[in-house]
């Protein structure tokens, strides 16, 4: 069983830094497509960036695009996203995902049904 944990998020000033990790125990991480998603309450799992299993390949929501950075180490079995300029609009809770699948990805790679693995989440509070 695939188990994703989530770490970096905390407090922020706008125009600040922060990183975050997701460590995968379990299952074959290099083999997964990998994502991070974000939610406010009341609102839907905003897709924010996804990255292809051996990172050739990346996409960005238009909201985080230039700011934002995903990257993973599948040695490390780790996937991590830099977040630079952070706005108040940034604050949410942040789960890493898997996809243990391709199919439809190309078609909607930020579709959170798309993917079948999830952390618990970590908060990312930005204070202007």
């Known amino acids: 069983q695939v188990q994703l944990m989530e770490s970096g998020g905390g407090s922020a000033q706008a125009g600040g830094t922060l990183r975050l990790s997701c460590v995968a125990y379990?299952?074959?991480?290099?083999?997964?497509?990998m994502a991070w998603f974000r939610q406010t309450p009341g609102q839907e799992r905003e897709g924010v960036a996804i990255?292809?299993?051996?990172?050739?390949?990346?996409r960005y929501a238009d909201s985080v695009k230039r700011r934002f950075r995903i990257s993973r180490d599948n040695d490390k079995e780790t996937l991590y996203l830099e977040m630079n300029s952070l706005e108040p609009e940034d604050t949410a809770m942040y789960y890493c995902?898997?996809?243990?699948?391709?199919?439809?990805?190309?078609?909607?790679?930020?579709?959170?049904?798309?993917?079948?693995?999830w952390g618990q989440g970590t908060q990312v509070t930005v204070s202007s």
């Open positions: 995902a898997g996809a243990t699948s391709a199919y439809g990805l190309h078609t909607a790679p930020l579709d959170p049904a798309k993917y079948n693995l």
């Open positions: 379990g299952g074959t991480f290099g083999d997964y497509w």
């Open positions: 990255i292809s299993p051996s990172s050739t390949a990346t």
